[in-house]
């Protein structure tokens, strides 16, 4: 029951989200190329955009509150089952004009596929069911979506380590929060997710193979969390839904598609398709600022093809609909619209220099090669497809493009996960060449057995016109036997999902001492947190815990950037300590045990704090009396 409500709950945002998608796509001229499950796909990825513009209208407002989320889920939710009977006319519609068409059957090798791929998308039906754990979602994601959920309104909150920072997919889960629990967020997280791997399997079907696609789509779904409340998974998805529409903007020029037509001459109909990738992006770039790398190539890929002013015009009002509220507000207030990434450039503001220097350095620790799985990207130049498709090479150069500025900048896989979807989709392909030439070459190999001289001698007289034949059954065959390595990776992946879905399902916390258990196994300090939560009677400043902040009092301060750094507090004498804090209006402070040594040598500690509560490794101090300014 405890899954079943969160899926009819998911069910219902996801109906609602596509009745609002769908009624601005039946607005517009169809794409070139008709999908219905990518067209569906679609409309759901716009529909959460539109909910996330007016989530943040309502907050801009104040007016951000539980009737209004439920008043505007419910309009989407009519708005679906006024247009689902034409929908569904239009579909059968669709069918009837393409009954004289061949059907291209299954293969065997396809349908063992998609079932790998079903075995591998388990635990991303089960992840989102578990309690919040992830550190960055208790550090501000969730911390800044329950405060706009309890306020109703946009605020700058400075006990968060990122107060300026562009918040669109936050707005879904303080709404969650107003209707639901905080494993609602969850859910949202992971529909970003699948709503992407369906694109990558129907991309990968309309431009390669139903094998492609399935191989794309297993990576993408092995690399995607689904576990969590971070926002990754949305960007990746805005900027896939905007690659999508570009290509169909694309598709919709007069000419060969993939190939420039005559400037000015290619909307036709197709102009505004750049008006929902403008739209896409934005979306993307008021959720994270790392979405903006995106620009020069999109803006590129753009220009060569269309340079009238109305088209850009439209571009850049959509682009800037969803995202301008951040940007704007941060700089009007801080001097620096990127806060505080921008502050080397525009100043600093909360951040020091000193700040500024530990969160590139953090970075850089986290630096690694991302997952091997897309690896294979670099051998997809070597497929027929980029000789064959535009698609396929517009793909490997976003691709390209992505891999070159991530090294460049950050190198931390994280920072790479909007270009996941893309990357998964070309790697496939890179896979299938890779395994196609190890099946080839094994092939060959075991073909070439010793023969006598009068064998020799009699092949030679057929050897040149069965060369060409020969060749290409081998490659036929290679290529079978490629596709069954495939399989076979995708079985090994399916095995691996299979393995952590047990994992997820013993984090699934359907009872209140179940999720306490899970919680106190996971999230350092919670313990000392919760108890805070029902007993604190002021502030309260944390020391090293935040990653509990999320399940302690509401606000709560204290980190290792920003205004409330540790360092501005931690130099102090105890009485110092003790006087700053009380005359700044704190009355504990909580912090693990591995710290409180730092603090307790102290000679003067224990006249101004005392341990009020400890439990876990962790305690609360009570600031005494005798600290009183």
């Avoid at 060969?256 to 929902?276: D, F, N, T």
């Avoid at 939560?533 to 290792?560: C, F, K, M, S």
């Amino acid at each position: 029951m405890f899954a079943a409500a969160h899926y009819a709950a998911l069910a219902v945002f996801v109906f609602s989200c596509w009745g609002f998608g769908r009624a601005l796509l039946g607005r517009l001229a169809p794409p070139p190329r008709r999908d219905a499950a990518l067209e569906a796909a679609m409309a759901v990825s716009l529909g959460v955009g539109f909910f996330i513009c007016a989530f943040q209208a309502l907050a801009i407002f104040g007016a951000f509150k539980t009737a209004a989320t439920v008043t505007v889920v419910v309009a989407g939710f009519v708005a679906a089952a006024v247009q689902l009977p034409s929908w569904l006319r239009e579909r059968r519609e669709l069918r009837a004009m393409r009954a004289n068409e061949v059907a291209v059957p299954w293969r065997y090798v396809e349908r063992v596929a998609m079932i790998a791929l079903a075995l591998v998308a388990l635990p991303a039906l089960v992840a989102p069911l578990a309690p919040p754990i992830a550190f960055d979602e208790l550090m501000y994601h969730l911390p800044y979506a329950r405060q706009v959920a309890q306020q109703g309104s946009l605020g700058i909150h400075e006990w968060l380590r990122y107060p300026w920072f562009p918040y669109n997919y936050n707005l879904l889960y303080a709404a969650a929060l107003q209707v639901g629990d905080d494993v609602l967020p969850h859910f949202l997280n992971a529909l970003a997710g699948a709503l992407s791997v369906v694109m990558v399997y129907r991309l990968g079907v309309l431009h390669a193979s139903r094998l492609t696609g399935c191989i794309g789509a297993a990576i993408w779904l092995g690399l995607g969390d689904y576990s969590n409340a971070l926002i990754d998974m949305g960007v990746a998805l805005f900027v896939l839904s905007a690659c999508v529409a570009l290509w169909w903007w694309r598709e919709s020029e007069p000419g060969e598609p993939g190939k420039a037509g005559k400037v000015g001459k290619g909307i036709h109909g197709g102009m505004h398709w750049l008006g929902v990738a403008g739209f896409c992006l934005g979306l993307a770039a008021g959720s994270k600022y790392q979405a903006l790398i995106f620009l020069p190539l999109v803006t590129l890929f753009v220009i060569r093809h269309e340079r009238r002013v109305k088209a850009w015009a439209l571009v850049f009002a959509c682009f800037l609909l969803p995202c301008i509220y951040w940007y704007a507000r941060n700089a009007i207030m801080t001097g620096d619209p990127f806060n505080p990434i921008g502050a080397r450039v525009f100043g600093f503001t909360e951040w020091t220099p000193a700040d500024y220097v530990q969160q590139v350095a953090d970075v850089r620790v986290h630096a690694e090669l991302p997952n091997a799985l897309i690896w294979a990207v670099f051998f997809a130049p070597f497929s027929v497809l980029w000789k064959r498709s535009a698609a396929v090479r517009a793909a490997g150069w976003f691709c390209l493009y992505s891999v070159v500025v991530w090294v460049v900048t950050s190198r931390y896989p994280r920072y790479l996960t909007a270009s996941f979807p893309l990357l998964a989709a070309i790697a496939a392909i890179g896979w299938q060449v890779l395994f196609g030439w190890a099946a080839a070459g094994v092939r060959r190999m075991s073909g070439n057995k010793p023969a006598s001289d009068a064998a020799t001698s009699a092949a030679s007289a057929t050897a040149t016109v069965a060369t060409g034949a020969m060749s290409r059954d081998t490659a036929r065959s290679g290529a079978r036997a490629g596709d069954w390595v495939l399989v076979l990776l995708l079985a090994v992946l399916a095995a691996v999902a299979v393995r952590q879905t047990a994992v997820k399902v013993a984090m699934v916390s359907t009872t209140p001492e179940a999720r306490e258990a899970v919680l106190r196994q996971h999230v350092p300090g919670y313990a000392v947190m919760d108890y805070l939560r029902h007993n604190a009677t002021g502030r309260v400043y944390q020391i090293a815990l935040n990653e509990a902040i999320y399940y302690g009092p509401n606000p709560i301060w204290g980190d290792t950037l920003g205004p409330w750094r540790y360092t501005d507090f931690g130099a102090l004498s105890g009485g110092d300590l003790a006087r700053k804090l009380g005359g700044l209006g704190f009355t504990a402070i909580v912090l693990p045990n591995a710290v409180v040594p730092v603090f307790s040598a102290r000679v003067d500690f224990d006249r101004y704090f005392a341990v009020q509560y400890e439990k876990d490794g962790s305690r609360v101090y009570r600031i005494l009396p005798a600290a009183a300014p």
